[in-house]
DNA sequence: CGGTATCCGGAATGATACTG
DNA sequence: CAGTATCATTCCGGATACCG
């Protein structure tokens, strides 16, 4: 498994096409970003299979949450273009999200990690 | 691609095994946070692909990281059982990171990341 | 209902100096 | 070389109150 002439797949995308080590961790950073922030895993799991939710079912979906909160990471998950915002103009005021195409398609790039966290080793308690 | 009665790779494994939501966001969470922090992967890029690097090689190659910051994160990724440690006990001192196999096979979850990424839609600018 | 605005505390990060 | 210790700062999230 450490043999020098390793299979391609051993070596992130950085080494098969124009990306520096560097480039490739700012990539996935950024994807990280996308990701990282107290609730938004939370919101995409509350809407992945093509679910629409209101901003009231997802503040009861999700214990715990503040308003705060649950707009913020919506809103930037809607800047990064996975959530789609759809407001509906009457009263009393209803809004619905839902995620976008590529939103839904990266339910099996979070499969891959959930499957890479349960192929632990077995000694992880810390 | 908005049918309901969707494929199952459109459902994330919270659907598929006994999970539920809340756990399965919770499981990307943990993984997350094995990966979150500023330097961290950073530093699995530098060794991804079965390399070994000194404390020093390192830090040079990553600008702009501290030494406080570059032990820190490598101990939590060591504590996470990600990356490896050795000490060559000798003056001066010689200590070397690598990867272990799990940490190694976090390489093709981190690629379907950077692959979501780069099927984005375009508009990505904010 | 679906937000916004403001304040606050703790954690994460950074800068700098020192050590075995 | 490979860290540790201390202090300063910045950022994130929670609590609360108010608004169209």
Redesign the pocket.
């Known amino acids: 498994m450490t043999r020098t002439d390793e299979k391609v797949s051993d070596l992130p995308r950085s080494k098969r096409v124009p990306y520096t080590p560097e480039s490739a961790a700012q990539g996935v950073q950024n994807v990280i970003r996308v990701l990282?922030?107290?609730?938004k895993l939370v919101i995409l799991f509350q809407l992945f299979g093509g679910r629409i939710r209101?901003?009231?079912?997802l503040e009861r979906a999700i214990p715990?949450?503040?308003?705060?909160?649950l707009?913020?990471?919506?809103?930037q998950l809607e800047a990064d273009g996975v959530v789609a915002?759809i407001?509906h103009h009457q009263v009393?005021?209803?809004?619905?999200y839902h995620l976008t195409d590529w939103g839904q398609s990266l339910c099996p790039a979070l499969d891959a990690l959930l499957a890479w966290a349960e192929s632990a080793p077995s000694e992880m308690g810390s």
Chains 1, 2 share one sequence.
Request: charged share 35%; glycine share 8%; aromatic share 8%.
């Open positions: 990282e922030g107290r609730w209101r901003f009231s079912d715990g949450v503040s308003q705060k909160m707009i913020q990471q919506l809103r915002r407001v009393p005021p209803k809004v619905e």
